[in-house]
């Protein structure tokens, strides 16, 4: 009996024991990385991938339209970011020929130049238009950049141009994105590109860009120096605290955001999936055996321990005279154009804005990633938004 007794005692305890769920020990999470729940989002298609080509300004507003389009009838698209690309080339070329070449003719662009485009020539479907006449699956503009600028520089240096000459442009644009389709048939109706973009339903009066300089005076347009601004498109002015209540309230509201910002500071990580402005630490942020190993630190081993992040990340505090300072000494430049799509916050709540980018979705968020509030106010140069998202104290003050 004693045998059998022992035996069940030492059976038992070979056997773990089964805990309910709520018995479960809670997984141990990494303190060190930062960890983002979605707080509000709006809808949003899919991600995009622009490529080796320099047209995020298309990608980004072409998304945000097809948000609005989405938000209005329900309806998913996706539609041609290579169509507006080719019309705006065309009539820079004209605007550069004009000013003697003392004008920007590049890859780069604004955001107003999708509105531009739709008001001037219309719109048409990716299936219509997808660009990639040359031979590749994917955007790759580094070649005919090159032809285009080389071209423009040969007519700009002519003491007299012949009518042929945008004719051969146009020959160029053609060779590369293909010819534009007078008609084309989608979902069994035939559509021109001005009656294809009235069929979206949206009109671009309803939209406005905004800003937050203080180099203009706020609650006037001003056109926004920044050489991709070639349309010389005006821009609201308000203060960046009314700038972030304007995002805030569009995420609320269901309205994206167009989100043109500088994307050069070391504390935007792509691949990690977040921005941050962290907070410059120094040797009187630190005591005992830290301080001994910091002060043994060469200059680049301090600035790369910087940007090294561990949670938690202290950042800075942004004031409109830094966001001046920063504009006007080129450390705040015009880089990235994105769209604004969601409300996140950290394990300890603090709050960021989720970014839909276009760089394809092969990285940690599959295609996105979150900015903290400091980044935004820091390094955002414009947003471009519904004015419905506009909040009515904010609206009543613009002219």
Known sequence: ??????????????????????????????SAKIEFTDVKLVKSTSV?????????????G?????????????????????FTVRQCYLDKAKRYIRMQGATNFAQGGSVLDVPYVWDNYGAVPEEVYAGLNYGEAKHNHFEMAGVLQSFMNSIKSARKLSPA??????????AYFGKVPETFEYKGKTYTPQSFARELGLSTSDYIAITSWTHHPFYSPFILE???????????????????????????????????????EPGFKWKEGFAVMPKERTAADMEGTE??????????ERENEKYSFKYPIQEIEVT????????????????????????ATDQDGRRYYKVKNSWDTNQIYDGYFYV??????????????????IPSKIAKKMK
């Open 1 to 30: 009996m004693k045998k059998i007794i022992l035996t069940l005692i030492a059976a038992a305890l070979a056997v773990p024991a089964v805990m309910a769920d709520d018995e479960k020990p809670e997984e141990k999470k990494d």
């Open 62 to 82: 072409t998304a945000h339209f097809e948000n609005e389009i989405w938000k209005a009838k329900g309806d998913s698209m996706d539609l041609s970011e290579m």
């Open 226 to 264: 920044v050489a991709d601004n070639w349309v010389w498109g005006e821009y609201q002015n308000v203060p960046i605290e009314e700038l972030k209540a304007i995002v805030d309230n569009a995420i609320d509201e269901g309205y994206s955001v167009v989100w043109a910002a500088d994307v050069s």
């Open 320 to 343: 409109q005279a830094d966001r001046q300072k920063w504009f006007d000494s080129m450390e705040t430049t015009d880089d990235h154009g994105m769209v604004i799509v969601g409300i």
């Open 48 to 60: 995009k991938d622009q490529n080796k080509s320099g047209t995020c300004w298309c990608f980004a």
């Open 165 to 174: 000459w945008l004719t051969a442009f146009e020959g160029i644009l053609d």
């Open 291 to 300: 301080l001994s190993r910091w002060v043994k630190l060469s200059d680049k």
């Open 372 to 389: 903290s509030e400091p980044y935004f106010l820091a390094k955002t140069i414009s947003i471009y938004v519904n004015k419905k998202a």
